[in-house]
């Protein structure tokens, strides 16, 4: 006979089924490209904190916070866009909520890095890369680390160290330096080589993802950058 299942557990269950519901049905409402495809990274951490519910309802909480967050601050920018085009006010107030109701998660992390890119859009750069530097600190082997890591890396960039943050960045695809997976990293490297105005180079390592990772969620980006090169 088999193992009774408790009400408790039929509660798990379904805070379970209503978080990762809302999540999937997030994802069919937005099939969207986004930023260099970090909302298709950040929606595979937000199933995985679903599923971590199953286990803890706070964990469960804390990912739905987080995912309505994400849609205030997202709002409904046009496809591709690089800019958020939702409430930041609002947006603020939800990742801090995050924060201040689930600090010690990993969503709460989440919501910082979120805070520290409306800050940089804001101008507030020494409170955005401090912010960064912590959290890739923090998560230097995960989701979360890898995010700050390529924000740090968009900052750079803004600043001018183009020509360093290739270097960097060539290192990483060799293997010789942390920071991106490798998947990560040849597409900043081809975006940023389109950037600078140098077509083959850019061509060389966006063929390198598409043809080494079949499943990273940089290869419809990498797949359309390729099409507007010809």
């Known amino acids: 006979m088999g193992r009774r299942i408790t009400r408790k557990q039929l509660k798990k269950d ?3 089924v209503s978080a990762a519901e809302v999540i999937f049905r997030w994802i069919a409402e937005n099939a969207r490209p986004l930023a260099a495809g970090i909302a298709a990274v950040v929606v595979i951490a937000l199933l995985w904190w679903a599923a ?6 706070r964990t469960a ?14 709002g409904e920018a046009t496809s591709g866009s690089m800019v958020p ?11 801090q909520l995050v924060i201040d109701s689930h600090g010690n998660t990993d969503q709460a992390d989440m919501a910082r890095l979120y805070l520290a890119r409306i800050a940089l859009s804001r101008g507030q750069t020494d409170e955005a890369r ?11 082997d995960d ?9 740090r890396i968009n900052l750079r960039i803004a600043s001018g160290q183009g020509a360093e943050v290739a270097a960097d960045l060539e290192a990483m695809v060799m293997g010789q330096s942390a920071g991106l997976p490798r998947d990560a990293a040849l597409y900043r490297l081809g975006e940023l080589f389109v950037e600078e105005g140098q077509p083959e180079k850019a061509r060389t390592y966006l063929e390198m ?3 080494e990772f079949p499943e990273s969620p940089f290869l419809p980006d990498a797949r359309q950058r390729l099409l507007e090169l010809g």
């Open 14 to 16: 379904d805070e379970f």
């Open 143 to 151: 989701v979360i680390g890898r995010l700050a890591n390529l924000d």
């Open 85 to 95: 085009a939702g409430d930041l006010e609002a947006a603020v107030a939800e990742f």
């Open 209 to 211: 993802l598409v043809e």
């Open 130 to 140: 401090a912010a960064l530097v912590e959290l890739a600190r923090k998560h230097d």
């Open 61 to 74: 909480d804390a990912s739905l916070l987080l995912h309505h967050a994400m849609q205030t601050y997202e």
């Open 52 to 57: 971590s519910g199953w286990m803890s309802s």
